[in-house]
């Protein structure tokens, strides 16, 4: 590693005039860039194999996954099929998982961005005593672990007969969304020109339409963001759902953990699952890498 | 903490902030205390939900579990901190919290090094944002998805496992062309041949140079026999020089019958690439040979004396099965590396990030005054990335103590002990199993104990950013 960087020059942003001595290290800048290159080519290659054995693997027979690795398909293409899909797909239980999945996710998302924004709003700009206070309470519970809610929420969720049920798992999804989702917007709405807001004020709009019909325009890519981040992270969890949701509302993660027990032979179902549950977070990140870059990165130590 | 990173746009901790708005002048000209009343009451209104979701979902269970922690398992009696103490005694919790510690000592240092040199590396290339793009994608799917990704890569069996499969085409390039048949034996009563108590075949009959020995095994199904192994029956019958012994070693048996016990028929296959060795007197191994295609073998350089002719016990080792990388002894290192699969794209895109803020004519500067690219890194980019470092490792630190749903999903059942960290035992006490809600608190409560720290470090940040 440090051979290759002690003769690696950037290759580009040289904006100082080449004196001699450089063009003289040409060559082995070149050598050493392409080794960059062929280093990094490997690494991406390794990034991709796991996820390619697993794609591959879905689209193979249960006798193919038995005798021989996925590898195998490079070669004999012949043997991938989307029959493990269509099975899946006619597994009630699996469509039904995905679609509480979606039913959680989505209403979850809603519910953080709207209470979010209005308290964001609050702590941003509006007055009332303890104001800093307990917005530092907020900021403190961006680290709390979700683990020191599981035995308390599942035991007043019993007694509320919300346990075992889709709004259940929404509501505790919600309320530890919320101190990551409030401490963004507050910070974001804060850096709203107080020009504007006293201006809107002074033409006597109600804090209701300044929060509409302001603030919340405004606040467009904070909320792009936070609702992306938010629904990946619920879409994904396991953990919450696992003990919150019951047979009938459990998602996709739950429904498939319980069949890794005899992993070798559900191959054919826990593959296609698998990307059946991972293929909407891979379309939401393409379509918007940007806010879930930004979403990730603005919700790093939570 | 979030908030510090130069590529969060949404919240800078520039100087421009307008802070928030002066209590005062907030609403010019109402009138006094009907007013005031008025907008607390709109302040109670917007945070009314957060805060009734907030103090009922995750203050009250801080506190509930606080005290649920100083009770026993069925939660009638008071027990002080013995839950506390037992922690430190019952030996799944013990080794729940050694792995947890070995995942908070490693996983942040290698994932922080790992994202330092990648992004280092990227930003000499052209294609760089396609290479981000790839090493982020992991970050979007679910640990459930990526657990399954690796137990699938990470199987035993080097015919499906992906890992083994190279584990073992690599331990197979640098061994060599040995070849073992792990079922062959002799003959039930063969009278030629006496197995050594490693496994090894030596001749009963000691021989010595000049001599001819034809070995004939029995037990290697015609689907195990290498394409290239060829008839033995003319290489048998080749006379030894002197001072070496020489031979077949060949598969004594005849497919579709007829073929005469301990003689090397006419249609009677060598069996290739067996190592033989010439074993004197006192043990010694006098010399090595490898059989030929047709299983032909030479020992030369024998002085005079007696000797016995041995297979030795690799020939009849089993196959290599590569690294048992689920097994109770690698478990954890194997599910800190899918964790990195999924995290080092984070800890790349946000240190690329810092570096890509970071003052160019600094490191042109330093290059232009004779400083090599390993110095310029040492000193000059590794400081100033400091903090963009720092975020990294402190961010890690806190997910890899809460890290639950890879060890759940990547370890199998039987091993799952092994791999137990914090989280997971916390669940398994409380709802797998263990059913003691007291000890379930006492460990909730010790993972929140464990980000203290990071929470005091988030609130003296934004604070500071608020001054």
Known sequence: ?302 | MSVTTPAVPPVTTGGTRPGPPDPVSGRAGAPGRRAVRRRRLIAAVFLLPALLLLGALVAYPIVFSVFRSLYDASGNTFVGVDNYSQMFQDPATLRAIRNSAIWVVFAPALLTGLGLVLAVLTEKIRWKTAFKLLMFMPMAISFLAAGIIFRLAYEQDPQRGVLNAVTVGIHDSFQGEAASFPTAKTRIGDKQLVQGKDGSYATARRVGPGDTVNLGLVGVAPTDMPKEAKPAAKAARTPAADGELRGVVFLDFTPGGGGKPGVVDRTERGLPRLAVEAVGPHGKVAAHGTTGPDGSYRLTGLAKGSYTVRLPAADFAPPYQGVSWLGPALITPAIIGAYMWIWTGFSLVLIGAGLSAMPRDVLEAARMDGANEWQVFRRITVPLLAPALGVVFVTMVINVMKVFDLVYIIAPGPVQQDANVLALQMWLVSFGGGNNQGLGSALGVLLLLLVVPAMALNIRRFRRSQS
């Open chain 1, 1 to 302: 590693m440090t051979t290759v960087q002690q003769a690696a020059a950037p290759s580009r942003r040289t904006t100082a005039p080449a004196p001699a001595k450089r063009a003289a290290k040409r060559p082995a800048k070149r050598l050493s860039s392409s080794l960059i290159q062929a280093l990094l080519i490997i690494i991406g290659l390794v990034w991709l194999t796991p996820a390619a054995g697993l794609f591959l693997s879905s689209l193979r027979s249960e006798e193919a996954n038995a005798s021989s690795g996925w590898w195998q398909a490079l070669t004999s293409p012949g043997q991938l099929s989307f029959e493990n899909y269509s099975a899946l797909l006619k597994d009630s239980g699996i469509v039904q998982a995905f679609w509480n999945t979606v039913l959680i996710s989505v209403p979850t998302t809603i519910a953080v961005v709207v209470i979010a924004a209005l308290a964001g709003y609050a702590f941003a700009w509006l007055d009332f005593p303890g104001r800093d206070w307990i917005f530092l309470l907020v900021v403190a519970m961006l680290v709390v672990p979700v683990q020191i809610g599981l035995l308390p929420v599942a035991k007043m969720f019993g007694a509320l007969g919300l346990f075992g049920s889709i709004p259940g798992v929404v509501l505790f999804h919600t309320a530890y969304g919320l101190p990551f989702a409030i401490f963004l917007l507050r910070n974001f709405f804060a850096e709203i020109p107080k020009e504007m807001l006293e201006a809107a004020r002074m033409d006597g709009g109600g804090e209701w339409r300044i929060f509409s019909q302001l603030v919340l325009p405004l606040g467009k890519p904070a909320i792009a963001s936070l609702a992306i981040f938010q629904f990946l992270w619920v879409w994904n969890d396991m953990l919450v759902a696992l003990l919150f949701a019951d047979n009938e509302s459990q998602p996709l993660t739950v429904a498939l953990q319980s069949q890794m027990r005899q992993f070798g032979s559900n191959i054919g179902v826990l593959a296609p699952g698998a990307f059946l549950s991972l293929i909407v977070p891979l379309v939401v990140f393409f379509a918007f890498q940007r806010q879930f870059v930004q979403g990730i990165m603005a919700g790093s130590v939570k």
